[in-house]
């Protein structure tokens, strides 16, 4: 049996190769990123449960993604503490020696695993692009009354509509982080194979860069994709500086020609409302002469 590390960095050889110290700048630029990165996890959370723009689910996959990135990162962090000041503080190096123990498991090769970690993305990217063209199917035949077999509802075309919307969403992320996440699993498999111990930090190197790079990634395709974040952080900083938020707004332009403001709530219900007297409406009789 083998014993393997999720992830190790063999700082002894670094020392004897002399690449110690380019492994320590990388390493002060990382945990540079992680603490930013902790700054973006938060706020990422507070918008997804402020704004409210997403479905339960997509919230779900959120909290999902969002408690393992923030346990990768305090791991993270906790290495590079160890990384810098185990040989000075042998307690704080004992206290750790359980979670550290925790990164270990015992098996022939770990390479089945990152096989299966590689084909389970990949089932996941074709079955949201399976979902998106059922869903470009159900708009066409939606918008197309002639043409399709049944009616369709509002809410029913509506939920195609956020169907599309979370489809291609997760769509972007997987463009997006799919060299990062390939790139990861490659290096975090080197420990199988029989290369130096310079090739295996320079893996691990790559594979902690990785990571924070798919996580920051992540944030910032789901924040460029989703209008109700921008305006809630425009709301704050217009806040931060001391001006009045102002919430956004629909303009509609009356019957007698005055523009009228009402909030996207108003502007729902006055929809239906005019619709309704539309409907109910006495047909006026043209004058003939």
């Known amino acids: 049996m083998a ?5 190790y960095y063999n ?3 670094s020392r004897l190769d002399g690449t110690w110290s380019f492994y320590c700048a990388i390493t002060s630029v990382e945990l540079v990123g992680i603490i930013i990165n902790y700054f973006g996890l938060f706020f990422t959370t507070y918008l997804l449960l402020k704004t409210n723009a997403y479905h339960f689910n997509i919230r779900m ?3 999902f993604i969002g408690v393992e990135y923030f346990t990768q990162l305090t791991d993270r962090t906790a290495q590079i503490f160890l990384i810098f000041n185990h040989e000075e503080d042998g307690q704080a190096f004992l206290a750790t020696s359980l979670i550290r123990c925790l990164l270990y498991f015992i098996v022939d090769s770990t390479v089945v695993l990152h096989i299966s970690m590689l084909v389970i993305n990949l089932i996941a990217s074709v079955m949201n692009l399976m979902i998106e063209k059922y869903n470009y199917r159900k708009l066409r035949e939606s918008t197309n009354l002639n043409k399709s077999r049944r009616g369709y509802s509002l809410a029913e075309r509506f939920q195609i509509s956020e169907n599309l919307r979370t489809c291609l969403l997760l769509k972007s992320v997987v463009n997006c982080v799919s060299v990062f996440n390939l790139l990861s699993t490659v290096t975090a498999a080197m420990d199988n194979f029989i290369v130096s111990i310079l090739w295996k930090n320079v893996a691990a190197t790559l594979f902690n860069i ?3 790079t798919y996580g920051s990634l992540t944030m910032i395709v789901f924040y460029l994709h989703t209008e ?4 809630e952080t425009r709301r704050l900083l217009a806040k931060w ?6 919430a956004p707004r629909i303009l509609r332009s009356t019957t007698g020609g005055a523009e ?3 909030s996207t709530e108003e ?7 005019q619709l309704d007297r539309d409907w109910n409406a006495v047909p006026v009789q043209r004058i003939t002469k």
């Open 267 to 273: 502007q729902g219900h006055e929809y239906f409302v």
């Open 228 to 231: 109700q974040w921008r305006n």
């Open 3 to 7: 014993r393997h590390y999720l992830i």
């Open 210 to 212: 990785c990571v924070l």
């Open 241 to 246: 500086r001391g001006k009045a938020a102002v």
């Open 61 to 63: 996959i959120w909290g």
């Open 11 to 13: 700082g002894t050889q």
């Open 260 to 262: 009228l403001m009402l």
